[in-house]
């Protein structure tokens, strides 16, 4: 049988995405009904090298289930990928009788965690929050549903506009290095084209696309950029490349930027929060370490923490092949 553990910690880390209150209240409150001390760490792993801790119960987190962003904060420490910075870290929570931390965060947040495993055998629990959903091991990270409604919301007013006057719309989306954001916004938006980073369409095939588009009678059209597309350097580039090779289009850029992170989480990404909380917890008092929860087929699973930095996301080939029918 495992040591009973007796207090855990849990901390934010990385950029914030909608869900992450939720899942910091899932985290307190499966603590309190196992009858163990949770610590909130603030700003990341940069407060657990100032040891700037608050002792957290289950009044403690309440109202916040419907907020965005992180009550905890969050930050990049330099300091925590010194030995030096995690050797104090790691001091601190031994201090303070602190024997689990659960890390709400991306990739760089789980190395992080998987590294100060490593280093000091100190129990991790790794929860997905990020909006860009490219963690291997679960269907949808933290954020991502949000996120998704939240860029269906500003495609929908922007057509607006690009019908009223003729106007062809560029509209960038976060996705650095993978297409999920644009690609599922993409066709709940009727974009005529999505750009992702996984497909390189080229310049030709998308001016090509949209001249198609508008012998078809399209007036208007909206184009999709996941912002790691390689097409161009920039959407500007794209921009500028189609106002040469165009007539009768008047191009926009609307770049969407941070606006994606914010928001109250939806239905589905405050279940999600709470149902990783809770496995999170459960798991580490099962004795269990370096472990992710996400969710594969509607279910709650563990995948190592190495898995889940190294594994890649892959995009949906079927949703490639439905973009392209509904752009006809």
Not at 124 to 133: A, Y
Request: glycine content about 12%; some cysteine.
């Amino acid at each position: 049988m495992p040591k009973k553990i007796k207090k855990l910690a849990v901390l934010t880390s990385g950029g914030d995405s909608p869900g992450m209150n939720a899942a910091i209240r899932s985290v307190v409150r499966t603590c309190a009904y196992h009858d163990v001390e949770c610590v909130g760490v603030y700003r990341g792993y940069e407060g657990l090298i100032e040891g700037d801790f608050k002792s957290m119960g289950a009044r403690s987190v309440r109202g916040i289930i419907n907020k965005g962003g992180t009550i905890l904060k969050s930050a990049r420490s330099q300091t925590f990928r010194t030995p030096e910075g995690r050797k104090i870290a790691y001091q601190n929570l031994v201090d303070n009788n602190i024997e689990g931390l659960v890390v709400i965060g991306g990739d760089g947040s789980f190395t992080g965690a998987l590294v100060f495993n490593q280093e000091f055998g100190f129990p991790v629990m790794g929860i997905p929050g990020t909006i860009d959903n490219d963690i291997f091991g679960t269907s949808h990270t933290l954020g991502f549903d949000t996120a998704l409604n939240t860029v269906v919301d500003a495609i929908d007013k922007i057509r607006d506009t690009a019908s009223s006057h003729n106007r062809l719309f560029f509209i960038e989306v976060m996705g650095r290095d993978v297409g999920h954001i644009a690609l599922n916004t993409g066709i709940a938006g009727g974009a005529e084209e999505i750009l992702i980073p996984e497909e390189d369409l080229g310049l030709d095939r998308l001016v090509e696309s949209l001249n198609r588009s508008r012998k078809s009678g399209k007036t208007s059209s909206i184009v999709i950029v996941a912002e790691g597309d390689k097409i161009g350097k920039n959407i500007f580039e794209l921009k500028e490349y189609v106002d040469d090779n165009m007539e009768g289009y008047d191009v926009r850029v609307s770049v969407l930027g941070h606006m994606q992170r914010g928001g109250a989480p939806s239905c589905f990404d405050r279940v999600l929060a709470s149902r990783m909380g809770v496995k999170a917890v459960e798991t580490l008092l099962e004795g269990k370490t370096n472990y992710m929860v996400g969710l594969i087929a509607n279910k709650m699973e563990l995948t190592p923490l190495d898995n889940a930095i190294k594994g890649k996301t892959k995009i949906n080939l079927e949703l490639l092949r439905v973009s392209d029918i509904m752009s006809i």
